[in-house]
Each structure stands twice: as structure tokens, then as C-alpha cells.
């Protein structure tokens, strides 16, 4: 499915986010099989409709910077990402 579509930088992309999803989030799934059927589930919408494929370049567009600023940061700090992000939601 990712060579029927054009735009392989968002299948990288997509992965990538829920990858960090899962490690970091509130995203989860009951084992790789899940996560590769949720995968399989999105590739086919992009696929089918084109209109799903622009809103979710934007929608990622936006968020990847977003993520390499919070990683970037918890590096830079040497701490780990969650105590990063909630110090960064309570205003400590």
C-alpha cells in the first residue's frame, strides 16, 4: 500500500507520530498486530480518498515540529519527556 501512494514522506510520517504516540501518550494498542491493522486502516483512506491524504499532510505538518521541539527539549535538559511536557502544561 505505501508505493500506491504518492507521498511516501507521510507514510514515515505517520508512523513516526503514532510511534511517539504510543511511547509517550495515551495511545495504545494491544500488540503490534493492532498497530499494524490501525496502520493498514489509515494507509487505505489515504489511498481512497486524496481530500483524507492533504488533511492529514497538514495535520502532521504541524505536529512534527511541535514533537521535535518537546524531544529536543527533554534532551536538552537530560529529562525525561513526560516530566517535560506536564512542567510545560502546569506553567513550573
Given at each position: 500500500?505505501?508505493?500506491?501512494?504518492?507521498?511516501?514522506?507521510l507514510?514515515?510520517?505517520?508512523?513516526?507520530?503514532s510511534l511517539?504516540?504510543?511511547?509517550f501518550?495515551?495511545?495504545r494498542?494491544?500488540?503490534?498486530?493492532?498497530?499494524?491493522c490501525?496502520?493498514?486502516t489509515?494507509?487505505?483512506?489515504?489511498?481512497?480518498?486524496?481530500?483524507v491524504v492533504?488533511?492529514?499532510?497538514?495535520?502532521?505538518?504541524?505536529?512534527?515540529?511541535?514533537?521535535?521541539m518537546?524531544?529536543?527539549?527533554?534532551a536538552?535538559l537530560?529529562r525525561?519527556?513526560?516530566?517535560?511536557?506536564?512542567?510545560?502544561?502546569?506553567?513550573?
Open positions: 500500500m505505501i508505493t500506491q501512494l504518492s507521498d511516501t514522506e507514510v514515515g510520517d505517520d508512523i513516526a507520530i511517539i504516540e504510543v511511547a501518550c495515551d495511545l494498542f494491544a500488540d503490534a498486530t493492532d498497530f499494524t490501525a496502520l493498514r489509515r494507509l487505505q483512506r489515504y489511498i481512497r480518498e486524496l481530500r492533504n488533511d492529514e499532510q497538514g495535520v502532521l505538518k504541524k505536529r512534527i515540529p511541535w514533537w521535535r518537546a524531544l529536543g527539549r527533554a536538552e537530560c525525561w519527556l513526560a516530566i517535560v511536557l506536564m512542567e510545560a502544561y502546569s506553567g513550573a
